[in-house]
């Protein structure tokens, strides 16, 4: 399989998981294109102040790539810090969420692979 740029599907989701602002997700693959074994594989683009709310997965873990810029993030009640290049595994029943509080858009790949 082949997916060129122009047939990535794209979504904007305000508030998600309780956050503030707006986040522009990039579906990359598609839940039914992982093979049953996961059901997120997406770039995600969160602007200065915006975030993505403090949640849990079930029977799932979910990784956080950082591309671009810096963000605040909770991972399972600990504050931690992440820049260009870190990552991040939130395991199955942790709970998470993530704060740019950086100057610029801040860009992830986030997998959610089942556990």
Do not use: W
Not at 6 to 35: K, P, V, Y
Not at 37 to 56: E, M
Request: proline share 2%.
């Amino acid at each position: 399989m082949v997916r060129r740029r122009g047939e990535i599907n794209s979504e904007t989701r305000h508030g998600m998981m309780n956050g503030e602002g707006a986040i522009r997700m990039l579906h990359i693959l598609r839940q039914e294109e992982l093979g049953g074994g996961g059901r997120l594989f997406s770039r995600v683009f969160i602007d200065p102040g915006s975030s993505i709310g403090c949640h849990a997965h079930e029977k799932e873990r979910e990784i956080y790539y950082v591309l671009k810029g810096r963000g605040a993030a909770d991972h399972d009640g600990e504050p931690v810090s992440l820049e260009e290049g870190d990552v991040m595994v939130i395991g199955n029943g942790m709970s998470h969420g993530i704060r740019n509080d950086g100057e610029e858009t801040l860009e992830l790949l986030a997998v959610i692979l089942k556990d």
